[in-house]
């Protein structure tokens, strides 16, 4: 007997930089249920979120919300640590809401994400190199010290380096 | 052209009468990844997980996968998307995390489409929309917005001289201005008793009770002076969408994230005093120079018009967040403060903020931090010393 799908999603986040000083992320879920996409705007350097949209084309269950409305409480924060926080908190609670919540958070971690990929870029090819630019990473900002399994004691990526205290 | 695209994917599919396995490909410009999970339709509980990566970060990438063998018996509910992140984002790897997530939460969706479609043998015009309404019920509650208690706890009464007239000590008064308890703050792993403890250990004449939106008992807290014979005041550090705020003399109780002009608002109602606090945490992750945040640009930012001061010194951010926040203080006129933001007792005092002045209640802490006569400090690693370390950095 073929395994047919009780259920599919595809979610797609993408970035592209509008200009010098702006940057859009966009996230778009379609599954069986659901089919909706947020995008974000942010300004550059301060990663200020300026621009919100969204809408909902399908879902199923729940109360009406009024999309526009429930994201435009985030225009104003900042794409960076606490940020997820602050999104739920904003938003609201409703299972509507906090999709959309956790979309407008796709979108903030696309746009981090962005930055990693140009900081990764600029790493050695070498391994012992390569090594040595984790380390450094490391070092300038011991948060990443035991963030993950890459960076944890006994990894030679942090090998020598102090645990923050 | 696009700078960065992720896709997740995740197919649900059922393999006898109480299993479900989920398919998760996450696949973006710097990963990529599968994982395969199984899932206990009725009792939502993750039963099975294997995991490859397909490209990683680094070599040291693969060291993740035997750790996601830790969330097989995690059962989904309550505080489970924070489980998966803490135990799977920390210890295995962030990208497994969220794809493990991004299955468990397309699977609760399969779970209802399969009880809908056997209801619906028994119901055969049942929609689908009519039986997630009856299953999940009524909406419940209210968003978890901005909202204030209406209760508000009475204030303490005005004791003592104005500042002008106080007594100023030798060295004033230092106290830890920052620290989080457990179980007020559920993120701390130190209760009040152990903060107090190290705190007179390690030679402080105060700590202020900083708990996240927790409005302390004046009363519990002046049987804890009593009992310890130590300085203990009142604080909150309450997020709003601006970041996190320190706050004094606000003993409304303030649920959600709230906006910082209505914050603001409150605080100045109440004639307290708010201190933004580590106000570019993670901000330098990825370097200054390579988001081009300015020391003139990191001014303009309208929450310093705000606040009445800036947290300069805090444990949880790195030296450079911190050298970049004095920098911006001294930049706009701001006094700096000094708080450690303890979680745990190794963290008490890291830093803190000494006042001119001596410093004997809530009262007399507020009216301190109005005269701006004050500086943060290193205390662990300075003692009582004035800081070397703040003046070097500005």
């Given at each position: ?112 994400l962005?930055?990693t990929k140009?900081v990764l870029l600029?790493a050695p090819k070498?391994k012992?190199?390569e090594r040595?630019y984790f380390?450094?990473m ?6 990443l010290?035991?963030s993950c399994a890459a960076l944890a004691?006994?990894s030679p990526l ?8 | ?5 992720r ?17 998760g490909i996450l696949e973006d410009d710097i990963y990529g990844l599968e994982v ?15 995991g490859k990566w397909k490209r990683a970060e680094n070599v040291e990438c693969p060291r993740a996968i035997p750790f996601l ?19 799977i984002g920390?210890k295995a790897c962030r990208q497994f995390a969220d794809i ?295």
């Open positions: 007997m073929a395994d047919i799908l009780y259920f599919c999603r595809n979610r797609c986040i993408s970035v592209e930089q509008i200009d010098e000083q702006s940057m859009r992320s966009s996230c778009r879920l379609q599954d069986t249920l659901t089919d909706a996409l947020v995008e974000v705007i942010v300004k550059i350097p301060d990663l200020e979120v300026i621009e919100v949209s969204g809408e909902i084309r399908r879902s199923t269950g729940e109360q009406e919300i009024n999309v526009v409305e429930a994201l435009r409480k985030v225009i104003g924060i900042r794409v960076g640590p606490g940020m997820k926080k602050i999104i739920r908190g904003l938003i609201g609670n409703s299972k509507t809401e906090k999709e959309l919540g956790f979309m407008v958070e796709e979108c903030c971690d696309g746009i981090i962005t930055f140009d600029h070498d012992l190199k040595e380390k450094n490391v070092r300038s900002n011991p948060r010290y035991n004691p006994g942090v090998e020598g380096i102090k645990p923050p205290r | 052209m696009l700078k960065f695209t896709n997740k994917l995740v197919s649900i599919y059922k393999k006898g009468q109480d299993r479900l396995l989920a398919h395969n999970v199984a899932i206990s339709i009725n009792r939502l509980e993750i039963l099975s997980i294997e063998q830790e969330a097989v018996g995690f059962r989904m509910g309550e505080g489970f998307p924070q489980k998966v992140r803490k135990i920390r493990i997530l991004e299955c468990c939460d397309a699977a609760q969706m399969a779970a209802h489409v399969i009880r809908w479609e056997t209801e619906k043998e028994k119901r055969p015009a049942l929609s689908f929309d009519d039986f997630l309404s009856n299953e999940r019920g009524e909406p419940t509650g209210p968003p978890e917005g901005f909202s204030i208690s209406r209760e508000q706890r009475p204030k303490p009464k005005r004791e003592g001289a104005p500042a002008k007239e106080r007594e100023k000590g030798a060295g004033g008064t230092i106290i830890d201005l920052h620290v989080h308890t457990s179980p007020a703050s559920p993120c701390s792993s130190v209760t009040v008793e152990e903060i107090i403890q190290e705190a007179k250990r390690i030679g402080l004449d105060g700590v202020c009770l900083t708990d996240h939106n927790h409005v302390w008992d004046p009363a519990e807290v002046a049987d804890l002076r009593r009992k310890h014979n130590l300085l203990i005041l009142r604080g909150n550090e309450i997020t709003t969408d601006q970041g996190d705020m320190v706050v004094f003399g606000l003993d409304k109780e303030i649920k959600g994230i709230v906006k910082l002009e209505d914050l603001r608002e409150e605080v100045s109602k109440a004639k307290g005093f708010m201190i933004v606090a580590h106000p570019f945490r993670g901000f330098l992750t990825f370097g200054i120079g390579k988001l081009g945040l300015t020391l003139e640009k990191a001014m303009e930012r309208p929450l310093f018009r705000l606040v009445d001061a800036v947290e300069v010194m805090n444990s949880k951010v790195t030296e450079k967040e911190n050298r970049f926040a004095a920098k911006v203080a001294k930049g706009l006129g701001l006094p700096a403060t000094g708080g450690s933001d303890a979680h745990e007792i190794s963290e008490v005092g890291i830093y803190a903020t000494q006042f001119s002045h001596v410093i004997k209640d809530e009262n007399d802490l507020i009216e301190a931090l109005r005269t701006g006569e004050f500086s943060p400090m290193a205390f662990r690693k300075e003692g009582r010393k004035r800081s070397r370390e703040y003046e070097s950095a500005t």
